[in-house]
């Protein structure tokens, strides 16, 4: 049976609609698309803890719908550079993708297989303007110019407290750092502030998106 046939165009839209967010169609083929290549690849290379694309949508991929949301409440500048740092089997920069399109986003991992799924996906399922890295982050930063970055996204990259500290070096950096987490920071280093966040639940856990500014 084809892999297709077990995550049904129909049966996405509800869900999703269930979810609270309603895509069109292209993106509901967008996101099949991602769903069909992460569970088949996810039998073989482990890429998420979850198996069905039910429990992908419901636990993982509805991050990034609410990221969407909280991303374009940030008043970004037009056409902005974004990078996705630890992007993994995606989460959250594909299925964002999927749904906010704006400038051009990196998704750069440094384990080679993740990195070949993301470069397999994109090349089966291309989405506007987005690029994979394969290689260090600290790796990416050097052979790239921060001052032109607009946002920097972190879902489980490292503590934060470690991510903060490796961008702070870096003073050509005046945009947006967001990232997912289970609280609230507390006890951020002077060089930052909190510029707003998100909050919202799954299943009863509550989450949190949080976006952080170099302090002036």
Known sequence: ??????????????????????????????????LCLLTKWNKVMNL??????KTICSNLIIDSFHLAIFIRSLSLPTDPLCWDFGSGAGLPGIPLRIIWKEGSYWLVESREKRAIFLKTLLAQYPLTQTYVYCGRVEEFMLANCLSDV????????????ALLKLIEKKISFKGVIVLLLNDIPKNIDSC???????????????????ALKKAS
């Open 1 to 34: 049976m084809p892999i297709s046939s077990l995550v049904p165009l129909t049966e996405i839209r509800q869900y999703c609609l269930q979810l609270g967010f309603s895509l069109s169609d292209q993106e509901i083929e967008s996101l099949r698309g991602y």
């Open 48 to 53: 998420v803890g979850f198996t069905t694309w």
């Open 192 to 210: 930052w502030y909190i510029q707003t966040t998100y909050p919202y639940s799954i299943g009863g856990e509550k989450r949190f998106f949080v």
């Open 150 to 161: 607009a946002l920097i996204v972190s879902r489980a990259f490292m503590p934060w407290q």
